[in-house]
């Protein structure tokens, strides 16, 4: 299977604690995208990554959050001192801007459940 | 600022046609695409339009009209996988950076 995929895809955690969530985009997509869907509302953009440059970074996301991309390829979402308020599905999406019209292709996402 | 809305949900029958609207007011604009997600499942590309007009993909098509900031979504011959929710995306005047997602519709078929 050569899409997005993610890790892990369920994570239960207790408030305070720190949780990474990774994310492996499609091979040739240089760009990658991390968003944050409650049930029930759309995707919200958190961060951006164009190669290994964090490009964009929503003014929603506090500086509990942090996330990289090392060498262009995998990047990782790290989540400090979790909130119950965190609770919810983060997607990683990637894209290719020379092919198709750009569209996002999503993984499957990480539905994380802060107790 | 940016904002995107569309229906929250609608219902329809087996083989009925329907359409799903969505309006938005952005900071720019390069482009806008239409996505399904299905029931704690990813989201997946539907279509794309950046001129104004119609699109047509097999059972689908989506309409923009840029000077209205206006888009709708067509679903013919509708069959019951096509409950889902159906979310609207703007993508910035910068190509490459964030997409602005709409809430999303939340679509019922019925037999």
């Known amino acids: 299977d050569t899409g997005v995929s993610q890790d892990p895809r369920h994570k239960i955690t207790k408030r305070g604690q720190n949780v990474t969530f990774r994310c492996d985009p499609i091979?040739?997509?240089?760009?990658l995208y991390w968003y944050r869907q409650t049930l029930g509302q759309g995707p919200e953009f958190l961060t951006y990554?164009?190669?290994?440059?964090?490009?964009?970074k929503s003014r929603l996301l506090s500086d509990r959050f942090s996330a990289e991309r090392p060498k262009g390829s995998f990047s990782t979402l790290e989540i400090q001192r979790t909130e119950q308020g965190d609770s919810a599905m983060y997607l990683c999406a990637s894209s290719d801007p020379t092919g198709g019209e750009g569209e996002q292709y999503f993984g499957p996402g990480t539905r994380l459940t802060v107790t | 600022g940016q904002n995107i809305d569309q229906p929250t949900e609608m219902t329809a029958t087996e083989g009925a046609i329907v359409q799903i609207n969505c309006t938005y007011q952005t900071s720019g604009f390069n482009g806008l695409f239409w996505y399904q997600q299905h029931a704690g499942e990813a989201p997946t590309f539907l279509s794309y339009?950046?001129?104004?007009g119609l699109e047509e993909k097999g059972r689908f098509s989506s309409f923009l009209s840029r000077s209205k900031g206006y888009s709708y979504l067509l679903l013919k011959e509708l069959q019951m996988k096509d409950s889902a929710s159906y979310l609207c995306?703007?993508?910035?005047?910068?190509?490459?950076?964030?997409?602005?997602f709409g809430p999303g519709t939340r679509l019922s078929v019925l037999p």
């Open positions: 339009n950046v001129l104004d």
């Open positions: 091979s040739e997509h240089n760009r």
């Open positions: 995306a703007v993508r910035g005047a910068n190509y490459g950076q964030n997409f602005v």
């Open positions: 990554f164009q190669n290994e440059a964090q490009l964009e």
